[in-house]
């Protein structure tokens, strides 16, 4: 499992609904192809909604443990395609009654070799570069003496 920091920003925060049907769609171990706009379409991931929303609904981050890491950018892009953005797919539907299909999306997860990127809806992704085999991890500096040791002859090797 890797580690993932950051998140990605939701303006305005998502309304009751909107929160709801997201937990449900990630507790529900359905696929987003399972979803009311995602039925049938084949350009629809074929992948379990990772992103948590937190409780105020003002933010998503990546679960490592829900989904594979490189699921992070389809799955984003289902969520404001479909479901988030203005224009988007599921807009009008009865089955998305409450959502209010507003929402600006910016910020960025890193996290299992890979950077995503999101500025005003638009999303991107960097895998990072990985040091070749022959390069030598810089050993960890040592911790700081404390406050009332005096070091009178620093060991340099």
């Known amino acids: 499992m890797h580690d993932v920091s950051g998140c990605i920003r939701i303006r305005p925060a998502l309304n009751e609904t909107e ?16 979803t009311p706009t995602g039925r049938g379409d084949g350009t629809v991931p074929f992948a379990h909604l990772a992103w948590d929303v937190c409780p105020d609904g003002c ?14 950018v389809p799955s984003l892009r289902f969520l404001l395609d479909h479901l988030l953005r203005g224009g988007a797919k599921g807009e009008g539907s009865p089955q998305l009654a409450g ?41 960890p500096r040592r911790q700081p003496l404390p406050a009332n040791v005096i070091e009178l002859r620093p060991r340099r090797a």
């Open 19 to 34: 929160r709801s049907f997201l937990a449900d769609l990630s507790d529900s171990g359905r696929t987003l192809r399972g």
């Open 59 to 72: 933010c998503l981050t990546w679960n490592p443990a829900a989904e594979r890491a490189s699921m992070m």
């Open 99 to 139: 959502f209010t299909f507003d929402h600006v999306l910016d910020g960025v997860v890193a996290g299992a070799g890979r950077v995503v990127e999101v500025s005003a809806n638009r999303v991107s992704e960097h895998e990072l570069t990985q040091p070749c085999t022959g390069v030598k991890r810089p050993r």
